[in-house]
């Protein structure tokens, strides 16, 4: 069974910064492909980050590029999302989900309840 368990989120002023921690139990993490999502009070759920398997490949939303860095750490089984500069938009919480990377499978697309894994979430809230 894979559980995410997420944490860091809490409050924090605009401009302020977040480290966002992913930790994943009961698979081969080295072989998952990663992501960080976040679902805003009465909006949809939103992929901000997303980092392939071996940690090579990136693609971030326009709505967070330039202010958050992904990023796994494979020996210790745990996915991070730096977040800087954050603006009171950024408030939502933020989910970790994981993607087996599998012959057909790609890190940039395509997530959804039936083919990842995902955690509980950390509300981030940013007062303006």
């Known amino acids: 069974q894979v559980q995410l368990v997420e944490s860091g989120g809490g409050w924090v002023q605009a401009g302020g910064s977040l480290r966002l921690s992913c930790a994943v139990s009961g698979g081969t993490f080295s072989n998952f492909h990663m992501g960080w999502f976040r679902q805003a009070a009465g909006k949809e759920r939103e992929q901000i980050a997303v980092i392939n398997w071996s940690g090579h490949g990136t693609l971030y939303a326009n709505s967070v590029k330039g202010r958050v860095a992904i990023s796994k750490d494979n020996a210790k089984n745990t996915l991070y999302l730096q977040m800087d500069t954050l603006q009171f938009d950024d408030t939502a919480v933020y989910y970790c989900?994981?993607?087996?990377?599998?012959?057909?499978?790609?890190?940039?697309?395509?997530?959804?309840?039936?083919?990842?894994?995902w955690g509980q979430g950390t509300q981030v809230t940013v007062s303006s």
């Open positions: 989900a994981a993607k087996v990377a599998r012959s057909g499978s790609v890190y940039y697309r395509d997530w959804n309840d039936e083919n990842a894994y």
